[in-house]
């Protein structure tokens, strides 16, 4: 046995399930029409934005839409549409400049302390509103030599002690394979946290098996699991038995939501969600605008509206059920409250208008 394979907690994987589940997927947008009683009028628009992003939807998540409801919230998320090939201006590719972060292929390294590590360009769902729907994954998906090279630039860089586990979803490796990847990553001693973004529990709540929970709960580090839900409607009984084992072995979860148009901008649906999370053991943490991607304008919430929507939310809600409203602008090194960005432009402005001509 390698030391590194020492290093992983020998419990069984129980990998069978959501495997099973995370392959049984649609991917043609008018089957899922179909499967839903809705009208197929929109059907060739809808393949022509597949065509680009491919339509791809876990056949358990979609059974949790309402039939012939064309604006179920968890439809829109999912559905390509013929809005997402238009053209507006301010919307690109690369919405965040991540290309100008990436000191080698695979890490992004933009905040103090932390880095975030691509593990993995697959992914159970394919959200429509995507920040990453046009990464150039084929230049930092790990083989051997990227990874290696990730590692070494690491393990060179004692002031990091945070690694963001992203992609994709790093969530849908194995667990025999991400246990591979964190004892590497244990292995170097200046890391004390470890954070995983995923959406893959809340579309598929079996991913949070024993095997999972027992990597995370490793006390060599303190970890995070960050959840992508965004309306309550998402939330199963099987994710809050996942997240209370996952507790109960010492990991902090926490969830961020994007604000989205036609899915959740509205007092009822955000209550609704931060308060089934908080049923289901997760705390909320981030509410982001949405990130000006390209084939995604048709989601986004002015920010007068959204900052109006936080406000009622912080009325209606305990301080902790409160996520923070935020927006993620490239070049910058923290998240910023959207609040924030409101005022310094208010002060700017009444700045401007009060000096002399």
Not at 94 to 100: G, Q, S
Not at 161 to 167: H, K, T
Not at 333 to 344: C, D, F, N, V, Y
Request: neutral net charge.
């Amino acid at each position: 046995m390698s030391r590194d394979e020492a290093l992983i907690p020998l419990v069984p994987s129980s990998d069978e399930a959501w495997l099973r589940e995370q392959a049984s997927v649609i991917t043609d947008p008018g089957e899922l029409l179909a499967g839903l009683g809705l009208s197929r009028a929109e059907l060739p628009e809808a393949l022509r934005a597949a065509a680009d992003f491919p339509l791809r939807v876990p056949r358990g998540y979609a059974a949790r839409m309402r039939p012939g409801d064309p604006s179920d919230p968890l439809l829109r998320q999912v559905l390509a549409s013929g809005e997402e090939l238009r053209e507006v201006p301010g919307y690109r590719a690369d919405p965040l400049a991540e290309a100008e972060h990436t000191p080698v292929p695979g890490i992004l390294h933009k905040y103090h302390g932390r880095v975030l590590l691509v593990v993995t360009g697959a992914c159970a769902v394919h959200c429509r509103y995507c920040f990453r729907r046009h990464f150039p994954y084929q230049s930092h998906l790990p083989t051997a030599a990227r990874l290696d090279e990730a590692l070494a630039w690491l393990a060179a860089r004692d002031d990091i002690e945070e690694v963001i586990l992203s992609g994709g979803d790093p969530l849908s490796l194995t667990d025999r394979k991400l246990g591979q990847l964190l004892a590497r990553l244990a292995a170097l001693p200046h890391l004390k946290r470890l954070r995983v973004h995923s959406r893959l529990p809340v579309v598929i709540g079996s991913r949070l098996t024993p095997a999972l929970t027992a990597l995370l709960g490793d006390t060599r580090w303190q970890s995070v699991l960050v959840l992508h839900a965004n309306h309550a409607q998402e939330l199963t009984p099987a994710l809050r038995d996942g997240v209370r084992a996952l507790q109960a072995a010492g990991v902090m979860v926490l969830n961020q939501a994007v604000l989205l148009r036609g899915v959740n901008d509205t007092l009822a649906a955000q209550e609704a969600l931060s308060l089934a999370l908080f049923a289901h053991g997760v705390l909320p943490y981030y509410l982001h605008q949405l990130d000006q991607v390209a084939g995604a304008a048709h989601f986004a919430v002015p920010d007068a509206q959204a900052l109006a929507l936080h406000a009622a939310l912080r009325a209606r809600v305990p301080g902790y059920l409160l996520p923070a409203l935020v927006r993620e602008l490239p070049g910058d090194r923290s998240k910023t409250p959207l609040a924030a960005l409101h005022h310094e432009s208010a002060g700017t402005l009444s700045h401007l208008q009060a000096s002399p001509d």
